[in-house]
């Protein structure tokens, strides 16, 4: 028995369990090596096999075409906000921004302090609750590039797919769903995530960057801030999060086991139906998002008021549910069903969810 409990956390959110457990085994000795992952040098040829194992697992989930450099950095999604615009926007150009969420708004805030910002698209005034469609997407064809958020974490909103950009390159922010489903990476420039919530732990940013781009980079950059300095020295410049990278190395192992993104893109969407069609069932619930823009990585809704929410996420906390309090900034409840969350987890909320409805509906 692990005393493990159903964790619907955002993030740092849940890992799968055979990652954990293989690096429980080999946490104080790599097999062959006799020393802890976090002991060894990031020079060292073991290092290099789990950097590279790691870069490989990944490529070969995504399918990531030569051309593109993939990076472990640090800093965070959140420093990738400000890396875009620092690399890519000139103080006489500008950005196209596809704002469906709090986080393409920090993004946002981000970019202005290095170039114009264009909102292609600002769905502020419908309470994020949708992505737009290409026709209400004002983009420029001069612009540097054009960024989205491909699943708000908070609000629940997700990209079925990918805008259409024509020739600028497309940059997303898949934090939230990296590795959740199978994405065509041709069709973007840029690709960022953090680790924590499908990949590994905090503390390492997965960049997936198209080579061609980096000619156009800024010059003049601190030497940390300047993607080339990383695609040069494969993630080697200084002192990488080694371990994070050798949990995402585990995690791509596991992933493919469980049949890859096309096997995963099926339970993620069996998962989330399961709540989806709860909240739908009756008027108990509020599904947050429209139905065609709604996350299946974070199911969000809201209850008749506010103490009934408290209610709710205490109850289920005391049930064995945790982590389904919405975030600070919107309330409601949300349920966060990354790739190792397990579906007997949803199916527990789900009867959780009809108990709570009977006896306080
Ligand atoms: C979509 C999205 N972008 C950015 C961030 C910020 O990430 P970090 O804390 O790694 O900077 C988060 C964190 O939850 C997120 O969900």
Redesign the pocket.
């Known amino acids: 028995m692990t005393g493990r409990i159903f964790n619907f956390s ?2 740092p959110a849940i890992m799968p369990l055979p990652v954990l457990e293989e690096a429980q085994r080999d946490l104080l000795s790599l097999p062959g090596v006799g020393m802890s992952v976090m002991e060894i040098s990031h020079r060292s040829k073991t290092f290099d096999e789990i950097i590279q194992g790691a870069e490989a697992g990944l490529r070969d989930l995504l399918d990531i075409p030569k051309n593109y450099a993939v990076l472990f950095l640090q ?7 400000a890396m875009v615009p620092m690399n890519f926007l000139s103080p006489e150009g500008s950005a196209d921004y596809v704002v469906t ?1 709090s ?2 708004k ?2 946002v805030k981000e970019a202005q302090k290095f170039g114009a910002v264009n909102l292609a698209a600002n769905m502020a005034d419908g309470g994020f609750t949708r992505v737009p469609g290409q026709d209400e997407l004002q983009l420029q064809p001069q612009a540097a590039y054009v960024h989205i ?6 609000g629940g909103v997700q990209f079925k797919r990918e805008p259409e950009t024509g020739e600028v390159p497309l940059v997303s ?4 769903d990296i590795l959740s489903r199978p994405i065509s990476v041709a069709k973007y420039g840029l690709i960022y ?5 499908n990949m590994g732990p ?1 503390g390492v ?1 997965l960049v997936i960057i198209r080579e061609d781009l980096l000619p156009r980079v800024r010059d003049g950059l601190a030497t940390m801030l300047d993607y080339r300095t990383h695609v040069k020295d494969k993630s080697l410049h200084n002192t990488p999060n080694t371990w994070g990278i050798y949990i995402i190395g585990l995690v791509c192992k596991w992933l493919k086991d469980k049949g890859g993104l096309a096997a995963m893109q099926r339970e993620n969407e069996a998962k989330a139906k399961l709540l989806y069609d709860v909240i739908d069932a009756t008027d108990f619930y509020r599904g947050h998002a429209d139905p065609d823009s709604r996350s299946s990585m974070n199911v969000t809704f809201r209850l008749s008021s506010e103490d009934l929410e408290k209610k709710f996420a205490s109850e289920a906390t005391a049930a064995g549910l945790d982590g389904l309090k919405g975030h600070r900034s919107v309330g409601g409840i949300r349920a966060s069903i990354y790739n190792a969350f397990p579906r007997a987890g949803c199916a527990a909320l789900v009867e959780f969810m009809k108990e709570f409805e009977r006896q306080n509906g």
């Open positions: 955002a993030g800093g965070g999604a959140s420093l990738q906000f969420g986080w393409g920090k993004a958020t491909s699943n708000e974490t908070i922010d898949s934090s939230s995530a953090g680790a924590q919530k905090s940013t």
